[in-house]
């Protein structure tokens, strides 16, 4: 059977990534645990009754989705690293190996190949990063690397654990992360995920890489609707840029860009203070209160202030 197919109906591209995951979840069955020990967060735990755990977490670049050929090299190494980084940033754990496998072209030049190398090499020792192994397969037409991170803690945030009433909160300004690059240069935010893992309160954490929109999705209990507050959303720079070029509003650009790799987290209100603290106290950009968790309405993301839907709220699909 070939594993391609003209007909819409009978492709992944039909079902769209959410959906897909949770086919591939049944499919996998017993062999697949329930998050956090498996799929469903943005780290698996091993074990997760251990202590200290371990993370583990994979991420993938591909030429012509994630970087083009006039990309520099060093830069798709960052990113490579840097995502898996974030991942577990949003955990709260602290990195420490990773495996990298390679489908490689024939001629792909050995310059490009170094220069890559030399990205994750330097994207990896501040991080306390070692590279401890991997494979290279030739690829008869796509180039493309992926790297698999372990991280380890005491503590760790997941997706769940939100409550109404909850506090919404964001590390830092969204929006435009194409247009100058940033997607490719963002710092994972490992030492503020650490933080808000130490903090009591601090109930749910992702990193945003699909989009503000889609990531807070995945963050609200079944009884909750996210009430977002627009004015208090930080907007980007790029996210200004990115509207006049668009024709789109800058808010809009914050809500379905992506590759941000800001912290999204909740926290309960009484938290939020003595988070703010934390963050000052550590030399790191205080948060920012974006909106809050409340009873379930007609849409799952409302404008705080006017109760209605939120609109341009799609997101980044994989296969849309």
Not at 36 to 59: F, H, K, N
Not at 87 to 108: E, K, R
Not at 157 to 167: A, E, F, H, K, Q
Not at 215 to 240: I, K, M, V, W, Y
Request: glycine share 12%.
């Amino acid at each position: 059977m070939s594993p391609f197919t003209p007909d819409h109906a009978e492709s992944i591209a039909h079902h769209g990534e959410k959906s897909l995951l949770l086919l591939i979840r049944d499919w996998l069955g017993e062999s697949t645990p329930p998050s956090p020990g498996g799929m469903g967060d943005d780290c698996a735990v091993l074990p997760p009754s251990a202590s200290p755990a371990r993370l583990i977490t994979t991420d993938s670049v591909v030429l012509d989705r994630h970087f083009t050929a006039e990309t520099p090299p060093r830069l798709v190494g960052r990113k490579l690293l840097a995502r898996s980084l974030s991942d577990i940033a949003a955990m709260g754990g602290i990195p420490t190996q990773a495996v990298i496998a390679g489908l490689l072209p024939a001629g792909t030049r050995v310059s490009w190949l170094r220069e890559c190398l030399g990205g994750i090499a330097e994207t990896a020792s501040p991080a306390g990063v070692h590279i401890v192994g991997g494979d290279l397969a030739e690829s008869s037409s796509d180039l493309a690397l992926n790297l698999t991170l372990l991280g380890t803690g005491n503590t760790f945030l997941l997706r769940t654990g939100g409550l109404p009433g909850d506090v919404i909160g964001v590390t830092g300004p969204l929006g435009g992360s194409l247009l100058q690059g940033r997607h490719l240069s963002f710092i994972p935010r490992l030492g503020e995920g650490r933080l808000l893992a130490s903090i009591p309160g601090v109930h749910a954490c992702i990193d945003i890489s699909d989009g503000l929109a889609t990531d807070l999705l995945n963050l609200l209990p079944a009884e909750c609707s996210a009430f977002l507050q627009p004015q208090a959303l930080p907007l980007h720079p790029d996210a200004d840029a990115a509207a006049s070029r668009s024709g789109r509003s800058p808010l809009a650009h914050a809500l379905n860009d992506g590759e941000d790799h800001e912290l999204l987290f909740l926290a309960s209100a009484d938290a939020w203070n003595p988070i703010v603290e934390a963050f000052l106290k550590a030399g790191f950009a205080a948060p920012h209160a974006i909106g809050s968790l409340g009873r379930r309405g007609a849409h799952p993301l409302l404008n705080g202030p006017t109760g209605e839907p939120f609109p341009h709220t799609s997101g980044y699909d994989h296969f849309a």
